[in-house]
């Protein structure tokens, strides 16, 4: 007996989103970090903006935490990041 | 003139194949599984729980608020299928996808979490008589066909429509068998309480389906008293447990209470409500507490602050279901206390319907 049967899946991606251009040099760049404030962000990040400042030459690193880890920034965050060159979004599972 | 049947256009891609042993390889090589066996998604299958519901393949069902994935009724309705459901046990699929989508119940934090969180259904009303749902003997388990197959139907449309894949979009540390199937039909014929629906504001009477963010069943069991305070010590007594070993976030605590413990509560007079209220007092800790468990790192100068597994008595969820014997209960935690809260929906048929009251 033959079947005809129907694919589960959504058949389409889900919406991407947009990267934003990529920069050339992070010289004298603000860059934000967001973090979903969990224990493992903590060093992860520190280190990071160190090296960033130390080694790219990044002249501001702009922390934010999220108020809850399982969803998306809050909007004030995102209103936020058009005022940064880059974004690090960081978890801490 | 057209019959429904002649201008339904599917939109899923159809595969073709030999026979049965076939289809089942062609759906477990895609991972389009629960890594069971499936029932073949034919299109007269898949159309014939869209009449059941009388929406059309493209009815929207929601938008996934996180990754804005569209949700059709046709998309449900292939993976229900797959899941052994039957039309009849279609309604309650589209109206638990219904409840998972609301924004409070928060759906990809939920099934993405490191946390192991399964999706907790519980059915009241009429419906569940008609498709044969038990409350009663191994509630919770493999209790009857249309708990198993709703249950399923759930996980089966988390892996196809949102990725929810091990490793993929689900990154639980621990998963639980409840990831398979996790439905229960309150036994309402056998209790003096208000169903859990009617109890969180459903219409009396009404078809409902609440859904919840939960871990395993923790069971616990007391058959050696009869007073209501003593039996609700030990189900406080598992919330409290949970609380120092798992996590200290307040939220919806199920409580799953059979009818031995049941009935001693009810002659005592005790509602639902009643119930909460006690839970509510007896349910939790000071933070010191912790270091008895091994967690005395996190303790630091805070252990004189007291936790409560819940921030109301309404955030309790009692539901009476379980065989007629045996002092056993469960409590049922929430995946992760308040970032998640549960959705209580009343199903309705209809094309055109207003989003759901919250």
Partial sequence: ?93 | MLGVEDIVQLASRTHDVDDISAVQELYHSNGWTDGLPIVPPTREAVEACLDWVMMPPDQLIGIEPVRGLAITAEKLAVNAVMAGCLPMHFPVVVTAWTAMMQEEFLMHGATASTGGCAVLVVLNGPIRLELGASGGFNALGNSDRATAVIGRAIRLCLINLMDVRPGAIDRSTLGHPGKFSYCVAEDEEDTTWLPLAEQRGAPKGASSVTVMAAGAPRQLMNEWTTKPEEILETFAAEMRANLRHYSIHPGNYALIIPKQLREHLQAGGWSKSDIATFIHERARIHRREWAEVGKGAVVRDRGDSIYPAMDSPDQLLVVAAGGPAGGFGAVIPPWLGNKSHAVTVPIGVCVDCEPPKK
């Avoid at chain 1, 979903?36 to 090296?51: A, Y």
């Fill in chain 1, 1 to 93: 007996m033959t079947f005809r049967v129907l694919d589960p899946t959504p058949g389409t991606a889900a919406p991407a989103g947009q990267l934003a251009p990529r920069l050339d040099t992070l010289q004298g760049k603000t860059v934000g970090f967001i973090s979903n404030g969990k224990e493992g962000t903590k060093g992860f990040f520190m280190h990071l903006d160190q090296i960033l400042r130390d080694e790219y030459g990044v002249a501001n690193v702009v922390s934010r935490t999220k108020s809850n880890y399982s969803a998306p920034a809050d909007p004030h965050i995102v209103a936020e990041i058009k005022s940064w060159d880059a974004v690090v979004s960081g978890l801490g599972d």
